[in-house]
């Protein structure tokens, strides 16, 4: 892309994530973005689908605690713009994408691949633009059968440090509010990582085999849409 395209891109996305702070009072908002998750080891290939896949799985369970949430696909936008989806978040680009997306606690994550059965999950959140490590957590588990279990953990873990840094006036409470099931959840991965290989027409028929299960499932609704247009 020309140099200017691309200065004139970064100048709209500031000014968008400029408007999107000022036109909301700053007593009520405090967005949290979730970036996608960087890939620490994974040389089979078999998680091509995990750094946008996770965060997603993520920022669903995330919605359970009343909290303000950016887009996922202007986080996407974002992300690629900067070149950075496969490549991870570093300390220096921190603040850069905090400010770009708007977001007043980033949360970022990584996936260690223990083997083809079992992987590690690690989550952070960061006050921005101060950069101050709010909270951190980890899960550790099969794969794909505790999936679930792992993502709510992390949400868990996170949510402590969110609920008290946001104005709610109340303690967050995820059990009133019904997630995914697991069954959808890991359906909704393999749809991800026919996407990531290749195979959208595949991922197709899992994203609609989801739409059965639980159409409230607004993610496996915007993939089906994005597995329409890779298959052309």
């Known amino acids: 892309m020309p140099m200017r395209s691309l200065w004139l891109t970064g100048c709209l996305l500031l000014a968008l994530s ?9 007593a009520e908002a405090a967005p949290v973005a979730v970036t996608p998750f960087k890939i620490v080891e994974d040389k089979d290939h078999h998680f091509l689908w995990a750094p946008r896949g996770l965060a997603d799985l993520l920022q669903i369970e995330l ?7 950016v887009d996922r696909d202007f986080i996407r936008m974002v992300v690629d713009e900067q070149r950075l ?14 400010r770009l997306l708007g977001a007043r606690y980033l949360v970022q994550g990584n996936l260690v691949v223990i083997d083809a059965q079992h992987i590690r999950l690690s989550v952070s959140v960061s006050a921005m633009p101060e950069n101050q490590l709010l ?8 794969f794909p059968q505790e999936l679930p279990q792992m993502i709510r953990k992390l949400a868990a873990d996170l949510a402590p440090a969110l ?5 709610l006036g109340a303690a967050p409470a995820a059990a009133n509010k019904p997630g995914p099931s697991p069954e959808v959840q890991i359906m909704f991965y393999r749809g991800l990582q026919a996407c990531a290989e290749g195979f959208p027409e595949v991922g197709l028929r899992w994203f609609l085999q989801i739409k059965a299960f639980d159409a409230k499932f607004t993610a496996a609704q915007e993939w089906e849409y994005q597995a329409y247009k890779l298959a052309g």
């Open 135 to 142: 909270g951190s957590g980890s899960a550790e588990g099969g």
């Open 18 to 26: 400029d408007l999107a702070l000022s036109s909301v009072p700053a």
């Open 163 to 167: 609920g008290e840094a946001k104005p």
């Open 63 to 69: 919605q359970r605690y009343d909290l303000t949430l």
């Open 85 to 98: 989806a496969q490549m991870g978040i570093t300390p220096q680009e921190t603040d850069k994408i905090g």
